[in-house]
């Protein structure tokens, strides 16, 4: 059944034109301000080696560094206060940009285009949830996320996408990197709410029973989120018989969500960077488990599924089916943003690379971006089958 299906991939798409980005190889790895110039020149260079073509360092994640502000002089926030009568503390990342400016001497060296990967909506800083913890998401027993640990995870502290300030915090973090000279864009992880339901797959390990929605998983409750709903149908959230299974106050959310992220993508691209996405394997179990209806965000140029297929008990060949799924939501919302379709290392055995790639480009995925470097690097002869493997990749997608 494999090879039968290889043949007939092989031969779509040697039939089939298809844009350049068709052929880019993409991977997410991790940075830090601690590395040093040997290790960043070891990661860059094997990853040109290999054929990967831009990289999504992660310059901002569940535990980001902190840095002393340099000087007395660096700019003030407005994220308390958008009209900027009453400015808040300095929330400048100065480590997030300090990884960026590490990293871009050798991705220029290497000839990789280098995208800073960031936490959005979960974020975990110490600064702002001592300053603000009024922003952030309170679930139906009215917890806020900051008293409680999420499934035993001490990074699962997540904004509200309905309150303003959150929206001009991101912008303002966006913003500071997307003016760094050499960055080709920025990308946005984690814009979307707390699980409601967790991926099938890890229920188990995870030790958690979700036959359906429960209300300590169920966000956001908080003020501004009943407020907003009130105004537009009269109704609190928390007077619904079953909030869970109320249309309007599921759209609410996944429309505050597209909200959020629409406007933060715009503020990259006012700075001429491409704004992109990671976003949960389908549109479906998106809209599902954590209240993401990504193909209505706009203003995002690329979609980073992650289509990590094990973690929904899912078969290997449901690759293709969630790629394709993407692509045709993509585009029956009049969404101009491309795919490309994510999918884990560990999920992907070496001998099987390029099954696994052929099920993304058959389903319509502009290029394949895989996680993640490191992942790649403490595999065992995973460098050398993946070059080979991209490098047909490649040659494959010429044949139009």
């Given at each position: 059944m494999?090879?039968?299906f290889l043949i007939l991939a092989m031969a779509l798409i040697s039939c089939t034109p298809r844009q350049d980005n068709t052929k880019k190889v993409w991977a997410w790895m991790v940075g830090k301000t601690t590395m040093t110039e040997g290790q960043w020149d070891?990661?860059?260079?094997?990853?040109?080696?290999?054929?990967?073509?831009?990289?999504l360092l992660e310059c901002h994640g569940g535990y980001p560094e902190v840095l002393e502000e340099p000087s007395a002089t660096s700019n003030v926030s407005t994220a308390a206060n958008p009209a900027g009568t009453d400015p808040a503390p300095d929330f400048r990342d100065h480590a997030a940009i300090r990884i960026i400016q590490n990293a871009l001497p050798f991705a220029q060296k290497y000839g990789i285009e280098l995208h800073a990967w960031i936490w959005a909506i979960n974020r975990t800083e110490h600064s702002l949830r001592n300053a603000h913890p009024d922003w952030y998401q309170v679930n139906a027993l009215g917890e806020s996320c900051l008293d409680i640990k999420l499934y035993n995870r001490e990074h699962y502290r997540w904004?509200?996408?309905?309150?303003?300030?959150?929206?001009?915090?991101?912008?303002?973090?966006v913003a500071e990197l997307a003016q760094i000279k050499g960055l080709a864009g920025v990308h946005l992880d984690f814009i979307r709410y707390p699980d409601a339901i967790l991926p099938y797959g890890l229920h188990e390990s995870r030790n958690v029973v979700q036959d359906r929605v429960y209300p300590q998983w169920d966000f956001c409750y908080c003020d501004t989120c009943r407020a907003c709903f009130k105004a537009l149908t009269g109704v609190d959230p928390l007077d619904l018989k079953d909030p869970t299974a109320d249309e309007r106050w599921m759209q609410y959310r996944w429309d505050a969500l597209s909200a959020v992220t629409s406007e933060v993508c715009a503020e990259i691209k006012k700075y001429g960077k491409v704004a992109s996405v990671a976003v949960f394997a389908s549109p479906e179990e998106s809209r599902k488990l954590v209240r993401q209806d990504w193909p209505r965000f706009r203003n995002v140029d690329i979609f980073f599924p992650m289509i990590y297929h094990k973690f929904y008990n899912w078969d290997d060949y449901q690759v293709l089916t969630a790629t394709r799924e993407g692509v045709q939501e993509l585009r029956e919302a009049g969404n101009n943003g491309i795919l490309c379709s994510g999918l884990f290392v560990g999920h992907v055995p070496q001998d099987r690379i390029m099954e696994f790639m052929l099920y993304t480009r058959t389903g319509g995925s502009a290029g394949i971006c895989f996680f993640s470097v490191e992942n790649i690097d403490r595999t065992y002869g995973y460098w050398a089958r993946l070059k080979s493997d991209i490098a047909q990749f490649k040659e494959d997608g010429e044949s139009k």
């Amino acid at each position: 059944m494999k090879k039968l299906f290889l043949i007939l991939a092989m031969a779509l798409i040697s039939c089939t034109p298809r844009q350049d980005n068709t052929k880019k190889v993409w991977a997410w790895m991790v940075g830090k301000t601690t590395m040093t110039e040997g290790q960043w020149d070891y990661y860059f260079e094997k990853a040109a080696d290999a054929g990967i073509d831009a990289i999504l360092l992660e310059c901002h994640g569940g535990y980001p560094e902190v840095l002393e502000e340099p000087s007395a002089t660096s700019n003030v926030s407005t994220a308390a206060n958008p009209a900027g009568t009453d400015p808040a503390p300095d929330f400048r990342d100065h480590a997030a940009i300090r990884i960026i400016q590490n990293a871009l001497p050798f991705a220029q060296k290497y000839g990789i285009e280098l995208h800073a990967w960031i936490w959005a909506i979960n974020r975990t800083e110490h600064s702002l949830r001592n300053a603000h913890p009024d922003w952030y998401q309170v679930n139906a027993l009215g917890e806020s996320c900051l008293d409680i640990k999420l499934y035993n995870r001490e990074h699962y502290r997540w904004l509200c996408p309905s309150r303003p300030e959150t929206v001009q915090y991101l912008k303002e973090r966006v913003a500071e990197l997307a003016q760094i000279k050499g960055l080709a864009g920025v990308h946005l992880d984690f814009i979307r709410y707390p699980d409601a339901i967790l991926p099938y797959g890890l229920h188990e390990s995870r030790n958690v029973v979700q036959d359906r929605v429960y209300p300590q998983w169920d966000f956001c409750y908080c003020d501004t989120c009943r407020a907003c709903f009130k105004a537009l149908t009269g109704v609190d959230p928390l007077d619904l018989k079953d909030p869970t299974a109320d249309e309007r106050w599921m759209q609410y959310r996944w429309d505050a969500l597209s909200a959020v992220t629409s406007e933060v993508c715009a503020e990259i691209k006012k700075y001429g960077k491409v704004a992109s996405v990671a976003v949960f394997a389908s549109p479906e179990e998106s809209r599902k488990l954590v209240r993401q209806d990504w193909p209505r965000f706009r203003n995002v140029d690329i979609f980073f599924p992650m289509i990590y297929h094990k973690f929904y008990n899912w078969d290997d060949y449901q690759v293709l089916t969630a790629t394709r799924e993407g692509v045709q939501e993509l585009r029956e919302a009049g969404n101009n943003g491309i795919l490309c379709s994510g999918l884990f290392v560990g999920h992907v055995p070496q001998d099987r690379i390029m099954e696994f790639m052929l099920y993304t480009r058959t389903g319509g995925s502009a290029g394949i971006c895989f996680f993640s470097v490191e992942n790649i690097d403490r595999t065992y002869g995973y460098w050398a089958r993946l070059k080979s493997d991209i490098a047909q990749f490649k040659e494959d997608g010429e044949s139009k």
